[in-house]
Structure formats: C-alpha cells, structure tokens
T-cell receptor
Framework: SQQGEEDPQALSIQEGENATMNCSYK?????LQWYRQNSGRGLVHLIL?????REKHSGRLRVTLDTSKKSSSLLITASRAADTASYFCATDGLTGGTSYGKLTFGQGTILTVHP | NAGVTQTPKFQVLKTGQSMTLQCAQDMNHEYMSWYRQDPGMGLRLIHYSVGAGITDQGEVPNGYNVSRSTTEDFPLRLLSAAPSQTSVYFC????????????FGPGTRLTVL
C-alpha cells in the first residue's frame, strides 16, 4: 500500500519560478523524507523532517510538516533547469513505537523546469 | 568511498531462471534494504536488514530471498523469475535505519521474458 500520496503528479514551470509539491500520508510517522531522482538514476536524499518539527530549510528547499493533517510540502525556490527530476516523499513509520527505517514512498511528482 | 554499488546494471532473464542481484556498501552502515520501482508505483520495500545476520520482509517479499552474512553485502535472490518481477531494483543503506537518511545505489534494470 502507498503511504504517501503526492500532488501534483506532474508540474511544469519556467526557470526562476517556485515549485511546490505536496505529500499526504495515512499513519503516524517518525520522520518524513524527500528524495530526488534524475531520469534513470538512483534516488538522492534531499531533506529529513522529524515528527516534532514543523519546518526545515536546506539551501533553496523548504519543507513543512503538519502532523495533524498528515501532510508535508516541499518548496523549491528560484528553480533551475537542473532541478528537473522526479521528487518523492517517503515516510518512516512507527511500528509498535519503534522505527526501523522501513520507508514507504509516494508515487512522486515529475518536475520539469524550462530554461 | 564508493557508497552503495549494485551489479549488474542491466539483466534479461527467461521465466523460471534464477539470479542474484548484488549490493555492497562501504560506509559501515547497519541498515540495508531492497526496493523495486515500477512505473507509476513509487518504490516498494522488498526486504530489509538491521544488521549482519538479521533480515526481515518488507511490503512485497514474495519471490525474493535475502541474506546478510556481512555488514557490507546484501544480495537479493530471485528464485524463479516471473514477468511480474520485471522492474528496476534499488538497494539502499543507512547508518542505523532509525531516523536516518538512506543512500541509494544506481539500480539494476531487470527484464523477465
């Protein structure tokens, strides 16, 4: 079953614009992570936000987490053509109060940034 | 550090054949896992290991076996390949699995005819 549902499925913007991707999930989590995947390549970790955090920044990335709504968003500011990739949220869920890093991934958002 | 390495990069099998996908990491990570990625499905966890000698099933374990005899290696075995196992397979590792980022290998693209 897919824990994370991402929205939109595809996003097309111009260079310099901001890109926002949303992720919703169903069960309690230890943390939520965002990954990027360039076409035909492995996933690269972008940012991790813990369940007791509400917002986190890393360079041009801003992630928010609302555990009451079971949702997260990833904002990429001043996007570049090199940001073109698929972006996945992944939840690290709680199992009996412990977490073993069993990530559950959403289906991803395909971001295209036009130069 | 090479990070997480996977071999082979590409493989074509016939239905019923068996094979082993190799995964190795040189970061002394305790936690390793295997995922498969199918179009429109995201990644799904097949098996994972929290340390040498300890493995457990993920979301889609049927048709796959794993073992973890060393910290570095975590091979995935397909016992009798089926067309439904056509997919891209990713191996990942993390320091402990508990609230840590995971490092992914480049993937193995498997086609079962």
């Amino acid at each position: 079953s897919q824990q994370g549902e991402e929205d939109p499925q595809a996003l097309s913007i111009q260079e310099g614009e901001n890109a926002t991707m949303n992720c919703s999930y169903k069960t309690s989590i230890n943390n939520l992570q965002w990954y990027r995947q360039n076409s035909g390549r492995g996933l690269v970790h972008l940012i991790l936000i813990r369940s007791n955090e509400r917002e986190k920044h890393s360079g041009r990335l801003r992630v928010t987490l609302d555990t009451s709504k079971k949702s997260s968003s990833l904002l990429i500011t001043a996007s570049r053509a090199a940001d073109t990739a698929s972006y996945f949220c992944a939840t690290d869920g709680l199992t009996g109060g412990t977490s073993y890093g069993k990530l559950t991934f959403g289906q991803g958002t395909i971001l295209t940034v036009h130069p | 550090n090479a990070g997480v390495t996977q071999t082979p990069k590409f493989q074509v099998l016939k239905t019923g054949q068996s094979m082993t996908l190799q995964c190795a990491q040189d970061m002394n990570h305790e936690y390793m896992s295997w995922y498969r990625q199918d179009p429109g499905m995201g990644l799904r966890l097949i098996h994972y290991s929290v340390g040498a000698g300890i493995t457990d099933q993920g979301e889609v374990p049927n048709g796959y076996n794993v073992s973890r005899s060393t910290t570095e290696d975590f091979p995935l075995r397909l016992l009798s390949a089926a067309p439904s196992q056509t997919s891209v397979y990713f191996c990942a590792s993390s320091l402990s699995g508990r609230g840590n980022e995971q490092f992914f290998g480049p993937g193995t693209r498997l086609t079962v005819l």
